[in-house]
């Protein structure tokens, strides 16, 4: 039996198919390896994941490093005693006169209750231990009259104005030295022993803190000074060829409150002037000297507030 021959749309149908099928393995071959399937795109793996984005370490990996936000230092300024102090400063005086010749009278030592103390310490700049300190002291002046040479009645003052520095040498230990001037005015009756006088000179003093309990500090005290420079003294005291002075003191400082503050402290101060040309213990001839040294033995109790 003879077939019959195909027409000729039949052949063409033919072709197109057989073409479209040899084209889909090779459009599967160019396409590229690294496209995932379907399913892995959808959910990536836990290793895709950055290390900064997981919840938490994986079990034997390393901990994920935290990039840390630089530090700015702070300047923490001393535990300096700053603030007002105003105390009472009873004290125990003594009064000694020399001509020059060994001659040497004492006034007995005698109690001075009406004395006080106000001082003023701050800081410059909070961040910086740069301090300032003003002080005024004074008071009754006054001795028994032993001898017509020896003995006051009067009155004294001293002011000083300082500036310093601060250093901290541990958490609880911390220095503080200030030079600056110091000024003492005396007056007395013209038939005593202590004179009227003013000097005026150069100071320098270095204060040692330690902090024993949060509330409770200890310091030491001293202090030396020249004061060359006379004023508003009397003329037959002649000229002054020194002035020194020196100061000593223990205190022990509780913080009540946060920003009150008792102070008790033991002061000694030693003043010592010598003149030369004097008349004032009655020689008519300016060939006479004269040594004044006057001692201080104080007692400061003091409430002082915090700046």
């Known amino acids: 039996m003879t077939m019959p021959a195909p027409s000729r749309l039949s052949v063409s149908w033919l072709s197109a198919f057989a ?3 040899l084209a889909l393995p090779s459009a599967a071959a160019d396409a590229p390896a690294s496209a995932p399937p379907l399913s892995a795109t959808a959910t990536p793996a836990l290793s895709d994941v950055p290390a900064t984005a ?18 700015t230092a702070i300047i923490v300024p001393p535990p300096v005693p700053t603030g007002i102090l105003v105390a009472w400063k009873p004290t125990l005086l003594s009064v000694r006169v020399d001509n020059g010749q060994g001659n040497q009278q004492f006034g007995s030592d005698k109690f001075q209750p009406l004395r006080g103390l106000a001082r003023y310490t701050f800081l410059f700049d ?24 020896v003995g006051s009645v009067g009155t004294d003052f001293t002011a000083r104005a300082m500036v310093g520095a601060a250093t901290r040498i541990t958490p609880g230990f911390t220095i503080l030295a200030s030079l600056g001037a110091i000024t003492r005015y005396q007056y007395g009756r013209p038939s005593g022993g202590a004179p009227t006088i003013g000097v005026l000179g150069l100071a320098s ?8 309990f949060p509330n409770i500090t200890l310091s030491a005290f001293a202090e030396a000074a020249l004061a060359p420079i006379p004023y508003a003294s009397e003329k037959d005291l002649g000229e002054l060829s020194d002035a020194s002075e ?3 003191r223990l ?6 409150f946060r920003d009150v503050a ?12 010598s003149f030369a040309g004097s008349t004032i213990l ?6 006479q000297a004269l040594l004044i040294e006057d001692r201080e033995n104080g007692l400061t109790l003091g409430v002082r507030w915090k700046m």
């Open 246 to 248: 020196f100061r000593g």
């Open 282 to 287: 009655g020689n008519p001839l300016p060939n």
């Open 251 to 256: 205190q022990v400082s509780f913080d009540l």
């Open 54 to 71: 997981t919840a938490s370490t994986p079990a034997g990996g390393k901990a994920p490093e935290v990039e840390e936000s630089p530090e």
């Open 262 to 273: 008792l102070d008790v402290g033991y002061d000694f101060t030693r003043w010592h002037t």
């Open 126 to 149: 909070p961040t910086r231990p740069f301090v300032g300190r003003i002080e005024v002291e004074g008071g009754q002046f006054k001795s028994d009259t032993q001898n017509v040479y």
């Open 19 to 21: 073409a479209c099928a």
């Open 205 to 212: 003093n270095m204060e040692l803190e330690y902090r024993v």
